[in-house]
């Protein structure tokens, strides 16, 4: 059954009792303690906690996890003090001291590594604690949470430091009325955070891969409660559904609502309502990153569909992109010559055209009953069938036709092409395609 822990270390210093705040709420402040973990179950772990797990070394376990650790100088006495193990038992709490080593060379921060990892069980909410954690062991706890997210199925509900140093020299500290020390428990899990940002936008310019932002968007809100008004409220949701409806049209080839553009035009509207004045300024730049990705789609753009394959291109979507390049190529032929790329009859009497296979069924001297739709396939044939555009076209239709009957085929026909050989015919074909699409630009026909 999950558990609720919280992770700590200890160090070897003779602290100074202080009142603690949480940052985010002063007015809830612990009483005087010596150690933060003490404030951090007094304010934090009110609900409870399963295990209270401490890594100690040696010297830290003699100095503060057991009762009179220090020396007093001028007696050379121990000072009497009760250690945090005892202090966290008082408060009901189960503990457990775990040891590590001084963390001095990589094989012992290692090693510290790992003996985290044991105290995580799958499932566990765990609360971290790295206030007195030394010299690596903050930025292995960056590297801690996502390993422990993946391997355990663990939830950090919060990242806390004690800055106890804002209070200034411990002589000082030491001089000051007790009602004077106060320190803030500031909580890092915005860092953690913007971390998940950051990795799921990289997603999205790597690998075209739109969930985990989506998921994001919809779960985790960035926007300052000052600026949380309605629709700001429901931009995280319009871009989560934005992003979801674009990729499910990348990944099932969805080319009509890909040429009509209202999801990327959603998608632009949610992400500038996600970015008032305050929002920090990572979060922005990682929503205009994202946004960069689909600046090039537009509402009712013919030329959202060469992008589209693009897209498909870059992300190695190969089947999705050699489907839509074959279908947006009958669709610019039309569109070239004013036709009406809506008809399906049209196009595929244009794909017959590009394929080569025109048969008598489309020659006008046809003894077949020819009803209207025919007699308009047959007029667009004897129009087009001899057009420099549509010979080029022909050229692309045909080095796609081979790669495209292999995948739909599975691979398993006789010859079948390896995926980096029909990545490069997809490659290969959108190149083509950008010249010819140069060559007779519909906007400047």
């Known amino acids: 059954m999950p558990r609720k822990i919280a992770l700590s270390f200890l160090g070897t210093n003779d602290y100074i009792d202080c009142h603690y705040y949480l940052e985010s709420t002063p007015a809830q ?12 179950v007094d304010l934090i772990c009110t609900s409870g906690i399963d295990v209270f797990y401490v890594f100690v070394t040696e010297e830290a376990r003699k100095a503060n996890w057991e009762d009179n650790g220090h020396i007093d100088r001028a007696s ?39 003996s985290i990892i044991e105290c995580i069980q799958t499932g566990d909410e765990v609360i971290l604690d790295i206030t007195h954690a030394f010299r690596s062991l903050p930025t292995l706890g960056t590297i801690l949470i996502p390993y422990c997210r993946t391997m355990k199925s663990a939830q950090f509900s919060g990242i806390y430091y004690g800055a106890f140093e804002k209070l200034g020299m411990a002589q000082d500290v030491l001089g000051m009325p007790m009602d004077q020390r106060k320190a803030p428990i500031i909580n890092l899990s915005s860092f953690v955070e913007l971390m998940d940002w950051s990795t799921a936008a990289d997603h999205i310019i790597r690998f075209g891969s739109l969930a985990a932002f989506a998921d994001l968007a919809k779960n985790q809100n960035i926007i300052p409660e000052a600026d949380q008004d309605v629709r700001v409220r429901g931009a995280g949701k319009g871009l989560a559904e934005a992003l979801r409806t674009i ?36 979060y922005s730049a990682l929503l205009t990153k994202v946004a960069q990705q ?26 999705q992109g050699l489907t839509l390049l074959r279908e947006w190529a009958c669709i610019y032929v039309l569109e070239y010559f004013g036709k009406d790329s809506s008809q399906q009859h049209l196009k595929e009497a244009t794909s017959s055209m590009l394929s080569g296979y025109v048969g008598e069924e489309f020659s006008p001297n046809s003894k077949e009953e020819q009803s209207e739709k025919r007699q308009e396939e047959i007029g667009l044939v004897a129009e087009l069938e001899q ?33 980096s050989k029909l990545e490069e015919k997809l490659r290969a074909a959108y190149e083509e395609m950008l010249k010819v699409c140069a060559n007779y630009p519909i906007n400047e026909k």
């Open 76 to 114: 050379q006495t121990p000072k009497p003090n009760t250690g945090l193990k005892n202090r966290l038992l008082q408060r009901g709490i189960e503990v457990e001291a775990i040891p590590i080593n001084p963390g001095f060379s990589e094989a012992e921060i290692w090693a510290i590594f790992e």
């Open 247 to 282: 990729e499910g049209a990348f990944y099932t080839v969805r080319g009509k609502e890909i040429l009509e553009g209202k999801m990327f035009a959603k998608l632009e509207t949610n992400l500038k309502l996600l970015q008032p004045q305050t929002l920090k300024s990572p």
């Open 294 to 319: 689909f600046s090039a789609f537009t509402p009712n753009n013919l030329m959202n569909g060469l992008q589209a394959v693009a897209w498909c291109k870059d992300n190695r979507l190969t089947q």
């Open 29 to 40: 402040m612990s009483s005087p303690v010596k150690y933060m973990q003490e404030a951090l």
């Open 387 to 419: 057009q420099q555009l549509v010979i080029d076209m022909q050229k692309i239709y045909e080095s796609i036709r081979d790669p495209r009957n292999d995948i739909n085929h599975a691979g398993m026909k006789t010859m079948a092409s390896s995926a």
